[in-house]
């Protein structure tokens, strides 16, 4: 089965809302990345984030090991802030990236 | 510090031609990763190097794909005899590749496309 799953699959905000984005996985973990990509873009690395909460402005990745799961919260959204957000799991002893489907976020004016 | 750099940006093939992708990672990153990433999917790990040894190529179709990087700096991904289903992103990227710190940074990639 897949070892990362990304939920929603699509999420459309009002500006100004709140989003949380979630990045389940199956197998053991050595670190999460979440990136951003605008549609015909390049992956841009959000957060590295191998456990606990991290914080970048309006971005907030918490990644709890034990329960086997991450999530990027996103506060007061912004038009710009509008693309996929992609999950990559990092296995333990591994450096390859596996990644989620991705959540595909809409925010509107 | 520059980032990862890749060329072409974009090519467009009949089917059964060849083509080569090119990257150039960040300075002093001894890993490097090739990915394919086909319209609205996530990326897929084709081949990755540290320094100029391939670590894993599982996923690389051996039979059209290849990938090398002779001297552990710049790399080659060369595609023999394209078809149509290759058609995708690929995405190059490097990671210092240290056991507490591997984040991965990535190129623009190259958008090819099979006709």
């Known amino acids: 089965g897949q070892q990362v799953q990304q939920s929603p699959t699509s999420l459309v905000l009002q500006e100004g809302e709140n989003a949380e984005l979630q990045c389940n996985f199956s197998?053991?973990?050595?670190?999460m990345q979440w990136f951003y990509q605008r549609p015909g873009g390049s992956l841009v690395s959000v957060f590295y984030?191998?456990?606990g909460t991290k914080q970048s402005g309006r971005l907030t990745s918490t990644t709890v090991i034990k329960e086997r799961r991450s999530s990027l919260h996103i506060s007061s959204s912004q038009i710009t802030d509008s693309g996929t957000y992609l999950c990559a799991l990092e296995a333990s002893m591994g450096y390859k990236l596996t990644f989620g489907t991705g959540t595909s976020l809409l925010v509107d004016p | 510090e520059a980032g990862v750099t890749q060329s072409p940006r974009y090519a467009v093939l009949q089917e059964g031609q060849a083509v080569s992708f090119w990257c150039d990672p960040i300075s002093g990153h001894d890993t490097l990763y090739w990915y394919q990433q086909p319209r609205d999917q996530g990326p897929q790990l084709l081949v990755y190097?540290?320094?100029?040894?391939?670590?894993?190529n599982s996923q690389l179709p051996s039979d059209r794909f290849s990938a090398v990087r002779p001297k552990g700096t710049n790399s080659t991904l060369k595609i023999q005899s394209a078809k149509q289903g290759d058609t995708a992103t690929y995405l190059c990227?490097?990671?210092?590749?240290?056991?507490?710190?591997?984040?991965?940074?990535f190129g623009p990639g190259t958008r090819l496309t099979v006709l």
């Open positions: 990227a490097s990671s210092p590749g240290t056991i507490n710190y591997a984040e991965q940074f």
């Open positions: 190097f540290r320094d100029e040894a391939v670590i894993d």
């Open positions: 984030n191998p456990s």
């Open positions: 197998t053991s973990l050595n670190s």
